[in-house]
């Protein structure tokens, strides 16, 4: 499968190697995109390597004539933002798109393939009444994606994040879960919906 993994501004940024790494070792293609912020936390380099594949951070780099979030949106038949901090959230619940992930996943909203989001974030931020209810908003059916054997595409299926202790010294629920968990959510929808 073609996977798209949005990487963001979290501590937990670092895990999304680890998370490559698992995607490919099931024979998947990962490419991914990272915003501004996920660059303070990891590097495109490291990226970019453990994928094998050129790193996506903007929005302006047209090449040949192509858009490259247009194209991105096109080639993934698997969308996954890990970690997903409640900014992105809350952008995509709310149709924002002022960067290239919220852009991309603006884009692939109306394509029928699994989405994933595995939030990463404080307790405080986890817990807050807004968080909650932007994801209950990304986990909703639409009901114009329906595939074989009549089986609905939620919006996203949320891979919910671990309790442990958090980079700020709390401990709580908000810790982005272990990118095995993380591989294994996505393998076990993928082999549900019979796409692979």
């Not at 963001?8 to 998947?28: E, V």
């Not at 401990?171 to 692979?196: D, F, S, W």
């Amino acid at each position: 499968m073609k996977i798209l993994l949005g990487v963001t501004g979290s501590i937990a940024a670092y895990k999304a190697c680890d998370i490559i790494s698992g995607l490919k070792a099931n024979g998947h293609d990962v490419k991914v995109i990272m915003t501004e912020s996920a660059k303070q936390f990891i590097t495109e380099m490291s990226l970019a390597s453990i994928s094998g594949n050129v790193v996506t951070t903007t929005m302006w780099n047209e090449l040949n004539g192509k858009i490259d979030h247009i194209d991105l949106a096109k080639w993934a038949n698997v969308f996954v933002i890990a970690p997903a901090t409640a900014n992105i959230i809350a952008k995509i619940a709310n149709g924002i798109c002022d960067d290239v992930l919220s852009t991309i996943a603006c884009v692939i909203e109306g394509k029928s393939i699994p989405k994933f989001i595995a939030p990463a974030m404080n307790t405080s931020m986890w817990e807050s009444p807004r968080t909650q209810r932007n994801l209950l908003s990304l986990q909703q059916y639409n009901n114009k994606e329906i595939i074989h054997k009549h089986l609905y595409i939620k919006r996203y299926n949320v891979i919910a994040p671990d309790e442990g202790l958090l980079a700020c010294g709390d401990t709580g629920e908000g810790k982005l879960a272990n990118p095995r968990k993380i591989v294994e959510a996505i393998q076990l929808k993928l082999i549900e919906m019979e796409l692979i």
